[in-house]
Every structure is written in structure tokens, then in C-alpha cells.
T-cell receptor, first 109, second 113 residues
Framework: AQRVTQPEKLLSVFKGAPVELKCNYS??????LFWYVQYSRQRLQLLLR??SRESIKGFTADLNKGETSFHLKKPFAQEEDSAMYYC???????????FGTGTRLTIIP | GAGVSQTPSNKVTEKGKYVELRCDPI?????LYWYRQSLGQGPEFLIY????????DSGLPNDRFFAVRPEGSVSTLKIQRTERGDSAVYLC???????????FGPGTRLTVT
């Protein structure tokens, strides 16, 4: 069965510093990878997906099939980036999401 | 437009009781998903509807859990003989036909005492 691992439960970064949230997955085929974000008192929402190759709110993520990773990066952290971040995947055309345990990102002013 | 809504927002029930959780998806969305999120964990898939039928119910933990979507819109998650381990936030999400993005509701926090 597929699995998503987010090794950091908590991550604190100074404002203006680079951010990297780690995500690794285990699946023998070609999954579709997503990052979802939950800001304080808001609902879970899609941040980005690897297929679209977009940059949203300055965040990017590259799918590395060799390392089975989909790390989320931003060059300069902003205070409004403080939130809970979840990496997730779908496989084989089945749309159900498999989530990691999440990383709480705190940006220190 | 209105997003996914879930009622109630909070539900406290006693062990052994029956509960129903409701989800109103975004109008026109054909796919509807239920997830459960326990403290400190990511959301865990329960069941997925495409229209009125359950396309995948492999995440339902046991036969105390059941969900319906009789008219292809509103869905109800039903839990019989609740146990303390059922305490969690139950999330509903919907997506349009062919869409990859799931739009989540605010969740129902269920507490079984």
C-alpha cells in the first residue's frame, strides 16, 4: 500500500529565510502528489500539485522519482506562511488521497 | 459560491449511541469523500462516492460505519454503537467531474464520552 512520510512534525523558520518541508512517499508506480495547507481557523485547501508545475504563494515542489520525494520549498518565508502543511498522493486513477501526518510551520518574525 | 458545509460542527455523544454526520458538497460536484482525522494525524480516507454510488469504501474501519448519498448530492455518515476510539474530526470533501482538487469542509468534531 502507498504511504506518505513527513519526518518533521514541527518546523520553525525566521522570516525571510528559506523554507523546505520534506515529503517522501512509497509507491512502486507513478503517483500524483499534492501539498495541502491549513491556516489557523480555516479549512484544508490545496496549495499545489506536481502535475500543474505551478508556483503558488511563492512555493514550489518538484517530484523526484529517484528519491521518491516531493519537498515543498520557498526561498523567503513570510509570516503568513505559518500553517499546517500536509503532503498527499493519489494512485492509479483512484482519487482518494493518502496524507502524511503533517508539518506545522511557524515563521518567526 | 458556497463551499462544502458540514453539520453539526461539534457532536458529543455517549459510548454506544448512534450518530449521523451530514455533508453538503459544492453544487454540481459529482465526487464526494469522507476522511477522518485523529489528533496529531493527517486525514485518513474512509469512503468515496461518485454520484449516488460508493466507488470505494475500503477505508471504512468496520461495519459500524456506513455512508449514503441517495440523490447524488448530500451525504450522511452514520456510526452505530460509537466507541471512544471514534472520537476525531470527520472531514468531507467534494470535487467536480474530472477534477483533481478536493474542496474540504470545516469538519465535524465528534467526541465520544
Amino acid at each position: 500500500a502507498q504511504r506518505v512520510t513527513q519526518p518533521e512534525k514541527l518546523l520553525s523558520v525566521f522570516k525571510g529565510a528559506p523554507v523546505e518541508l520534506k515529503c517522501n512517499y512509497s509507491y512502486s508506480g507513478s503517483p500524483e502528489l499534492f501539498w495541502y495547507v491549513q491556516y489557523s481557523r480555516q479549512r484544508l485547501q490545496l496549495l499545489l500539485r506536481h502535475i500543474s508545475r505551478e508556483s503558488i504563494k511563492g512555493f514550489t515542489a518538484d517530484l523526484n522519482k529517484g528519491e521518491t520525494s516531493f519537498h515543498l520549498k520557498k526561498p523567503f518565508a513570510q509570516e503568513e506562511d505559518s500553517a499546517m502543511y500536509y503532503c498527499a498522493l493519489t494512485v492509479g486513477g483512484n482519487e482518494k488521497l493518502t496524507f502524511g501526518t503533517g508539518t506545522r510551520l511557524t515563521i518567526i518574525p | 459560491g458556497a463551499g462544502v458545509s458540514q453539520t453539526p460542527s461539534n457532536k458529543v455523544t455517549e459510548k454506544g449511541k448512534y450518530v449521523e454526520l451530514r455533508c453538503d458538497p459544492i453544487s454540481g460536484h459529482t465526487a464526494l469523500y469522507w476522511y477522518r482525522q485523529s489528533l496529531g494525524q493527517g486525514p485518513e480516507f474512509l469512503i468515496y462516492f461518485q454520484g449516488t454510488g460508493a466507488a470505494d469504501d475500503s477505508g471504512l474501519p468496520n461495519d459500524r460505519f456506513f455512508a449514503v448519498r441517495p440523490e447524488g448530492s448530500v451525504s450522511t455518515l452514520k456510526i452505530q454503537r460509537t466507541e471512544r476510539g471514534d472520537s476525531a474530526v470527520y472531514l468531507c470533501a467534494s470535487s467536480p467531474a474530472g477534477g483533481k482538487e478536493q474542496y474540504f469542509g470545516p469538519g465535524t468534531r465528534l467526541t465520544v464520552t
